[in-house]
Nanobody
């Protein structure tokens, strides 16, 4: 499966953005799709996941503000980000895995990655 992430941009604190991960070359329902982010000088971190069993998982830092949804027919996964904070500034990546390795939270749990999309939140 190939992944393409888009929808990033510049927004003021308190604003919203919607990221999209578009998949091609596979059936989206066969994969868990997740979002990760990486801020300058920091390691890549887990943000949210939509699993094959249709569970949604979130990092504590984004719970209540971000929502992940999946549209299998359109082969897209969206990350709705509300009440954005400057600390949400990062490059956001979508990732996919067809195997459950016991965790969805590590970047090493995924074999497919899209290119990143920059999200910048100004204070």
């Amino acid at each position: 499966v190939q992944l393409q992430a888009f929808g990033g941009g510049l927004v003021q604190a308190g604003g919203s953005l919607r990221l999209t991960c578009a998949a091609s070359g596979g059936s989206l329902g066969d994969y868990a799709i997740s979002w990760f982010r990486q801020a300058p000088g920091k390691e890549r971190e887990f943000v949210a996941s939509f699993t094959r069993s249709r569970s949604q998982l979130y990092a504590d830092s984004v719970k209540g503000r971000f929502t992940i949804t999946r549209d299998n027919a359109r082969k897209t996964v969206h990350l709705q980000m509300n009440n954005l904070k400057p600390e949400d500034t990062a490059v956001y990546y979508c990732a996919a895995t067809s195997y459950y390795r016991g965790s969805y939270y590590s970047e090493h749990d995924y074999e497919y990655w899209g290119q990143g999309t920059q999200v910048t939140v100004s204070s």
